[in-house]
């Protein structure tokens, strides 16, 4: 954080930088960058918020973003015709000097005591008319790029969108515009990394933008989970004395007969319906993917998004490779397989670890309508992942799970659905969590975990709606289908 005494001198250098920007490298993204750099950059204390009137700093944001859309955009954005389109991306120099001059002048307009709030509620207001205007075009300049590695410091957009036409007659819940925050740093469609980010590698894709367009109806979204395995005698599970103790679980122990189910759960979920399918943690090996692709591509129907964990063999010293797998289906063009990070973190059931490889990556998939990422379970209780993720605007969480207990994953992916408004689908398997070895039958209470699990944006609780199978029955339901317009759910058992 710069010292108060030097606050002015780089803001007076922020402007003189954005006012002396070469014409062709003064896109707005650019101007707003350094200006929410420059927030991000002084920062706020305790001291600065103490005190102040009712409605602020977000009142005299507003002033500021309202006056300087005047001085900034002197036409209203709707009478731009498509031939000035060049003004929603590039600031003229005469843009960039009327920024310089109505920012210095605000210096003494804006009645905040702090010298760095004052400053960074100016740097913030100008970024917001921009936004405003502008923020429509900042992800053509991020789609162009393919791929955003987001490190601390670095600028990236934020996802945004409306609900309700996923909800039908449901009243959504609060806008993550209103809700609390003392992070100035970011406009509605843009926001500058913290050191939050550095544990972690967060990747932004938009290489999959028109095919997860698809992914829903104009007037619903339909989500399925699909259970194939029984209990946990059906995987390849080896015990490693270690120190530590851990599991290697090597994937369901007959592929072919794997493939067949997941084939059928698939053809099933698609003949419901279905947009999307998530199955759980380790449902299906490495070596029977090839098989299991051939076997979607027979299907007369099938979701759009088919979402797996794979067993993916192991590495160099023998830890297991735990991953998941997308399929993205567009009629009339090959499907997408896209293989997704490695779990970040290793479970632990009893006295036993997971024996696996962990990863560092945590991927979004960017469209126009969603930001899609896969956490596979364990990661999905990882709330700084949770929060990083809310900060990007992801609002399709899916996780694929094998766990003992299912509520305290629950309850921390529902933050999804406060903080983007977004929507989680989890598949928690086995149905029944016993084997015939008594290491791992630990914590087996059914009680303790649902198979299937829906969240989304409601207004009214509850925002997470569990499903389990009822597992003393004779015939295991094995099938969720989940419609998140009117909220309604049915099971089906398709081959247990």
């Given at each position: 954080?710069?010292?108060?005494?030097?606050?002015?001198t780089a803001f007076?250098?922020?402007?003189?930088?954005?006012?002396?920007?070469?014409?062709?490298?003064?896109?707005?993204?650019?101007?707003?960058?350094?200006?929410?750099?420059?927030v991000a950059t002084?920062?706020?204390?305790?001291?600065?918020?103490?005190?102040?009137?009712?409605?602020?700093?977000?009142?005299?944001?507003?002033?500021?973003?309202?006056?300087?859309?005047?001085?900034?955009?002197?036409?209203?954005?709707?009478?731009?015709?498509?031939?000035?389109?060049?003004?929603?991306?590039?600031?003229?120099?005469?843009?960039?000097?009327?920024?310089?001059?109505?920012?210095?002048?605000?210096?003494?307009?804006?009645?905040?005591?702090?010298?760095?709030?004052?400053?960074?509620?100016?740097?913030?207001?100008?970024?917001?008319?921009?936004?405003?205007?502008?923020?429509?075009?900042?992800?053509?300049?991020?789609?162009?790029?393919?791929?955003?590695?987001?490190?601390?410091?670095?600028?990236?957009?934020?996802?945004?969108?409306?609900?309700?036409?996923?909800?039908?007659?449901?009243?959504?819940?609060?806008?993550?515009?209103?809700?609390?925050?003392?992070?100035?740093?970011?406009?509605?469609?843009?926001?500058?990394?913290?050191?939050?980010?550095?544990?972690?590698?967060?990747?932004?894709?938009?290489?999959?933008?028109?095919?997860?367009?698809l992914l829903g109806?104009?007037?619903?979204?339909?989500?399925?989970?699909?259970?194939?395995?029984?209990?946990?005698?059906?995987?390849?599970?080896?015990?490693?004395?270690?120190?530590?103790?851990?599991?290697?679980?090597?994937?369901?122990?007959?592929?072919?007969?794997?493939?067949?189910?997941?084939?059928?759960?698939?053809?099933?979920?698609?003949?419901?319906?279905?947009?999307?399918?998530?199955?759980?943690?380790?449902?299906?090996?490495?070596?029977?993917?090839?098989?299991?692709?051939?076997?979607?591509?027979?299907?007369?129907?099938?979701?759009?998004?088919?979402?797996?964990?794979?067993?993916?063999?192991?590495?160099?010293?023998?830890?297991?490779?735990?991953?998941?797998?997308?399929?993205?289906?567009?009629?009339?063009?090959?499907?997408?397989?896209?293989?997704?990070?490695?779990?970040?973190?290793?479970?632990?059931?009893?006295?036993?670890?997971?024996?696996?490889?962990?990863?560092?990556?945590?991927?979004?998939?960017?469209?126009?309508?969603?930001?899609?990422?896969?956490?596979?379970?364990?990661?999905?209780?990882?709330?700084?992942?949770?929060?990083?993720?809310?900060?990007?605007?992801?609002?399709?969480?899916?996780?694929?799970?094998?766990?003992?207990?299912?509520?305290?994953?629950?309850?921390?992916?529902?933050?999804?659905?406060?903080?983007?408004?977004?929507?989680?689908?989890?598949?928690?398997?086995?149905?029944?969590?016993?084997?015939?070895?008594?290491?791992?039958?630990?914590?087996?209470?059914?009680?303790?975990?649902?198979?299937?699990?829906?969240?989304?944006?409601?207004?009214?609780?509850?925002?997470?709606?569990?499903?389990?199978?009822?597992?003393?029955?004779?015939?295991?339901?094995?099938?969720?289908?989940?419609?998140?317009?009117?909220?309604?759910?049915?099971?089906?058992?398709?081959?247990?």
């Open positions: 954080m710069l010292q108060a005494t030097t606050h002015e007076r250098q922020m402007l003189e930088d954005v006012a002396s920007m070469d014409d062709l490298n003064a896109s707005w993204l650019s101007v707003a960058t350094k200006l929410l750099t420059f002084i920062g706020t204390n305790e001291a600065d918020w103490q005190a102040l009137p009712i409605g602020e700093p977000l009142d005299s944001i507003g002033t500021v973003q309202a006056q300087a859309g005047n001085a900034l955009f002197p036409r209203e954005r709707e009478t731009l015709s498509a031939e000035d389109d060049y003004l929603l991306s590039f600031a003229s120099r005469s843009q960039r000097e009327a920024l310089r001059a109505f920012a210095i002048a605000q210096v003494a307009e804006v009645s905040i005591p702090s010298g760095s709030l004052r400053l960074a509620i100016i740097a913030r207001g100008i970024a917001d008319a921009i936004d405003a205007v502008a923020g429509e075009t900042f992800i053509s300049w991020y789609r162009n790029i393919g791929e955003l590695h987001v490190t601390t410091g670095s600028a990236y957009p934020v996802h945004r969108h409306d609900p309700r036409r996923w909800l039908g007659g449901h009243p959504p819940n609060t806008q993550p515009s209103r809700l609390p925050t003392r992070d100035l740093a970011a406009t509605t469609y843009l926001r500058i990394a913290s050191n939050a980010v550095r544990p972690y590698n967060y990747v932004l894709d938009f290489d999959y933008w028109f095919r997860l367009n109806e104009p007037n619903g979204l339909i989500a399925a989970v699909g259970q194939p395995n029984k209990d946990l005698d059906e995987f390849n599970i080896e015990i490693h004395p270690g120190p530590p103790r851990s599991y290697a679980n090597h994937g369901p122990k007959n592929g072919s007969e794997q493939v067949e189910i997941l084939g059928a759960l698939s053809s099933e979920a698609g003949q419901a319906g279905a947009h999307l399918l998530v199955m759980p943690e380790y449902a299906l090996p490495e070596s029977s993917l090839q098989r299991f692709i051939h076997t979607l591509n027979l299907l007369e129907k099938r979701p759009t998004l088919v979402v797996s964990g794979i067993s993916a063999g192991t590495d160099d010293v023998g830890l297991v490779v735990n991953e998941a797998i997308m399929v993205i289906h567009t009629s009339g063009m090959q499907d997408r397989i896209v293989t997704l990070p490695r779990k970040l973190a290793p479970a632990r059931e009893g006295e036993l670890y997971e024996h696996i490889a962990t990863g560092s990556e945590v991927r979004v998939f960017w469209s126009d309508r969603w930001a899609v990422t896969v956490l596979i379970c364990f990661d999905a209780m990882n709330d700084s992942v949770i929060d990083q993720l809310a900060l990007f605007g992801t609002n399709l969480l899916l996780v694929p799970a094998l766990s003992a207990k299912s509520a305290t994953m629950l309850d921390a992916t529902s933050a999804i659905c406060h903080r983007t408004q977004g929507f989680v689908v989890t598949a928690t398997g086995p149905l029944r969590w016993r084997s015939t070895n008594p290491e791992l039958s630990i914590n087996g209470d059914p009680a303790l975990r649902c198979h299937a699990a829906f969240a989304g944006p409601y207004g009214v609780s509850p925002t997470t709606v569990p499903l389990s199978a009822d597992i003393g029955a004779d015939t295991l339901t094995d099938l969720w289908i989940f419609a998140f317009a009117d909220r309604s759910h049915r099971g089906s058992n398709v081959n247990i």
